[in-house]
């Protein structure tokens, strides 16, 4: 197939999409950025990007895996894996029923397999809507086994990432998913596979710090939030103003921390290019 | 008041005592635990983080690599150390000697005692995200023996990048946690002044930790703690050091990669 075909695969593949978009509830929503009111049919057809100010908003894991991937190609995995909440922490079971009810979703990652212009991929999508994307034992049991299940079939992987960070409601528990999902990735790496790490808004603290920072190709979304300590954090620890556009994917860049600031509109494109590159 | 000393301190108390400026830091235990002790500097990219001690030293006679937090034992230290919060200098300049450790088949040994990494615009800058990240998977592939031992305050992600260890330790009034009980209660009830009723659901003293699986062994504070020290270091460094190197490393990854939340007190 040639790099260039891809986008009649993408037409296709739209067809699914809108499909899927109507299913999605109708109304307004508020841009965080220029707070101006954008209809969520339009919002739909931009890719949830500010037809004002193009600010990225927060993509759902099958909105974007339907973009991403060629059309029916997805199959998820281990959409059964939930936390156990080991430390019985306060409030955190209602919390969770919430957030799953709200989303449809066990826990904020989502992983499966899928095709893009063909080539068979492990991908991963860590949802900023549930409970900020947070990483606990189950976003971390399903990174590590979608990273084994990679590895043992010699797939490429490619994870989104949107993350406050480890999630506090499990305590250390979250803390070793850190260790955890970087060893696997470690290993992943080491015998050869091919590791994209893909930052949107916002990637910070343990997610940051940890599998997210260890792609063998770092991209990320225009403008996405992405740091180890927020923005407030560091302003109440040095009690300064921080500089405009610190921390932010174009800073990043200039600092040498990823590969490639990439829009949403050549996601696909960007993905299905790389993935061809590695099978060469 | 006797009664009351003889009661177990509660999760705060111990995070007090943890942090307490009098308690021992990595100098003492260096000067008590090894012999031959020389410190090397920098991280061959930047500059040199005092927050991070690292160098080569003789245990029992044998050359091993020692890694750890330094907060400084007084004020001008303190700021030099910035207060034990490490910048990716000094988590670099580790994972330089750890690498360095590998090649010439040295064990590694980490002290912990951070309120976590340095949250600055400077660090940032510099990648602390990636510091702490490449950190840990240089850890998680060590052919060498790797023994952790969180000594005071192990607080986050600045914590556990030199924690990836075959066996973690405590000591008894050692906390080990997600982020500081100020931090916590800030993130979740967003009121930092929460912090004691914080460390009581975060589970954070060794002996909690012990409870669920999630470190090793704890060792007492009291007159033997030095030689309770040194026996744990010797013990697990020969058990450790029969293994071969795949060994070490597959078993290594597996004590993260079982960490699931199944375990239950």
């Known amino acids: ?280 | 008041m006797s009664e009351a000393l003889a009661k177990e301190p509660t999760a705060y108390e111990r995070v007090q005592l943890a942090r307490k400026s009098g308690r021992p830091g990595i100098t003492e235990f260096i000067h008590r635990l090894f012999d031959d002790f020389i410190e090397m500097h920098g991280d061959r990219l930047y500059r040199d983080d005092p927050s991070i001690v690292g160098g080569i030293a003789l245990f029992h006679n044998r050359p091993v690599t020692v890694i750890g937090h330094r907060k400084g034992k007084n004020t001008a230290e303190n700021i030099r150390c910035n207060f034990g919060m490490t910048s990716p200098e000094g988590y670099r300049k580790g994972r330089r000697l750890m690498e360095q450790a590998e090649k010439f088949k040295r064990p590694v040994i980490t002290l912990i005692d951070t309120p976590g990494a340095y949250p600055g615009i400077e660090a940032e800058s510099n990648g602390q995200s990636n510091a702490i990240a490449e950190s840990m998977a240089c850890m998680s592939r060590l052919r060498v023996p790797v023994i952790a031992i969180v000594t005071g305050e192990g607080s986050s992600g600045g914590a556990l990048a030199i924690a990836v260890a075959d066996t973690v330790w405590m000591l008894e009034n050692a906390v080990y946690s997600i982020l500081s009980p100020e931090g916590f209660a800030s993130i979740l009830w967003k009121d930092a002044k929460r912090a004691p009723e914080a460390c009581d659901c975060m589970k954070l003293t060794a002996q909690d930790l012990k409870g669920y699986g999630l470190i090793d062994g704890i060792i007492e504070e009291g007159e033997l703690m030095y030689s309770d020290m040194d026996l744990m270091l010797a013990t697990e460094l020969e058990r450790l050091s029969k293994k071969r190197p795949q060994v070490l490393v597959a078993e290594r990854y597996q004590h993260f990669r079982k960490i699931d939340g199944l375990y239950q007190q």
């Not at chain 1, 509830?25 to 100010?53: D, S, V």
């Not at chain 1, 900023?128 to 086994?145: D, H, L, P, W």
């Not at chain 1, 040498?256 to 060469?280: A, C, F, N």
């Open chain 1, 1 to 280: 197939m040639n790099i260039t075909d891809v986008f009649t695969e993408k037409r296709k593949n739209l067809t699914s999409l809108l499909k899927l978009r109507r299913t999605f509830e109708g109304g307004q929503r508020e841009c965080p950025k220029c707070h101006e009111m954008a209809e969520t049919a339009r919002l739909t057809e931009t890719n949830w990007i500010c037809p004002k100010c193009h600010y990225y908003f927060p993509m759902a894991p099958k909105e974007r895996i339907a973009l991403l991937c060629d059309e029916n190609s997805f199959r998820e995995l281990y959409s059964s894996v939930h936390s156990r909440d080991p430390l019985q922490f306060p409030d955190y079971g209602k919390k969770l029923a919430e957030n799953r009810k709200r989303t449809g979703q066990q826990d904020a990652f989502v992983a499966g397999v899928g095709r893009v212009g063909h080539i068979r991929f492990a991908v991963g999508v860590l949802d900023g809507r549930f409970m900020m994307g947070s990483m606990g034992t189950a976003a971390g049991e399903k990174i590590v086994r979608l990273t084994e299940y990679a590895a043992k079939r010699k797939l490429p992987l490619v994870i989104f990432s949107a993350s406050g960070g480890a999630r506090m409601q499990e305590g250390l528990f979250s803390l070793m998913q850190m260790a955890k999902t970087s060893a696997a990735i470690e290993k992943f790496k080491s015998s050869g596979g091919l590791f994209i790490s893909y930052l949107t808004n916002p990637t910070t603290g343990g997610v940051s710090a940890s599998y997210a920072s260890l792609g063998d190709i770092i991209l990320a979304e225009p403008d996405a939030l992405i740091c180890f300590a927020g923005p407030r954090v560091i302003e109440q620890t040095i009690g300064q103003t921080l500089p405009e556009g610190f921390q932010h994917a174009e800073f990043l860049l200039e600092h040498g921390m990823i590969d490639r600031i990439v829009e949403r509109s050549r996601m696909r494109q960007t993905i299905y290019k790389l993935l061809k590159l590695h099978q060469m």
